[in-house]
């Protein structure tokens, strides 16, 4: 006789919605996008976007960028090298001008000093969160996010999920 309580689970977090692989942005959606922040003077927010796409670096490894790594003697760098936390392989990548105006207007905001991170926390308390710490405040329904919403999803940077097979015994 089966329980109750184990015929009422829960439903997937991802029912109903599009999974696996999105399409990639396209040129129109990019500058969309890169229009839309400039208009809401979200000057963080737009260089870590032209970053993105820039370095093509996943988001552990740009949230972990500091001041010294894109800038030296107070000007943003034409090109930059950084090493990859999930390969540990170095990654050059060339800044262009458009991305370099927006890290230059972010700096004052940052209060720029060598060995300083180029997107610390939004929260006051800790100076740093990696997109994983972020990820777990935001989906909270904290301050930072400002919704009560559950998690729609994980943010995962580093191997694959494995996917364990359970065998069954023959009885």
């Known amino acids: ?75 943003v760098r034409d090109r930059t090298t950084v090493i990859q936390k999930k390969t540990d392989r170095p990654v050059q990548f060339k800044i262009i001008e458009q991305t370099r105006a927006s890290i230059r207007d972010w700096l004052p905001s940052v209060a720029a000093r060598r060995g300083q991170y180029l997107f610390p926390s939004r929260l006051q308390a800790q100076p740093h969160l990696s997109t994983r710490q972020y990820a777990r405040i935001v989906h909270a329904g904290s301050p930072v996010s400002g919704s009560t919403t559950p998690p729609t999803g994980r943010i995962r940077c580093g191997g694959r999920r494995r996917r364990r097979s359970i065998k069954r015994l023959g009885t």
């Open 1 to 75: 006789m089966l329980n109750s309580s184990s015929n009422s689970k829960s439903a997937p977090w991802n029912k109903g919605r599009l999974t696996g692989q999105k399409r990639p942005l396209k040129p129109k959606d990019v500058w969309a996008i890169r229009v839309r922040l400039q208009l809401q003077h979200r000057r963080r927010d737009l260089a870590l976007f032209n970053l993105a796409i820039d370095s093509k670096l996943r988001g552990c490894d740009l949230v972990r960028l500091q001041v010294n790594d894109v800038c030296v003697g107070g000007q």
